[in-house]
């Protein structure tokens, strides 16, 4: 690998909403509390994180599907309140 040098790393991830591959500071990290789903805008909570868009279409996509267990590897549902509220905060509604 001598004398190439890397590309811009651009780290894309997959919205659990609608399936899209996007660049990961396009998504908002989703991180399972106890049994709830929270944003984690930063990207500063440990564990696991699933990546949604900033969107209530995708929220409510992944929602519908329960893609944030499956994606989070949590065995129940989980509360999606402060995550919605987070989303309606951030489309300005
Ligand atoms: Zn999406």
Redesign the pocket.
Same mark, same amino acid.
């Given at each position: 690998m001598s004398g190439r040098t890397r590309a811009r790393v651009r780290p894309e991830r997959t /919205?659990v909403? /609608?399936r899209?591959r996007a660049a990961k500071t396009e998504l908002l990290r989703i991180v399972a509390a106890g049994d709830a789903c929270v944003p984690d805008p930063r990207g500063t909570l440990p564990g696991r994180g699933a990546y949604?868009?900033p969107?209530l279409a /995708?929220l409510d996509q992944a929602v519908r599907r329960r893609a944030f267990p499956r994606a989070l590897r949590v065995p129940g549902p989980l509360d999606v309140k402060a995550l919605r509220h987070h989303v309606e905060q951030a489309q300005g509604c």
């Amino acid at each position: 690998m001598s004398g190439r040098t890397r590309a811009r790393v651009r780290p894309e991830r997959t /919205c659990v909403g /609608c399936r899209e591959r996007a660049a990961k500071t396009e998504l908002l990290r989703i991180v399972a509390a106890g049994d709830a789903c929270v944003p984690d805008p930063r990207g500063t909570l440990p564990g696991r994180g699933a990546y949604v868009h900033p969107a209530l279409a /995708c929220l409510d996509q992944a929602v519908r599907r329960r893609a944030f267990p499956r994606a989070l590897r949590v065995p129940g549902p989980l509360d999606v309140k402060a995550l919605r509220h987070h989303v309606e905060q951030a489309q300005g509604c």
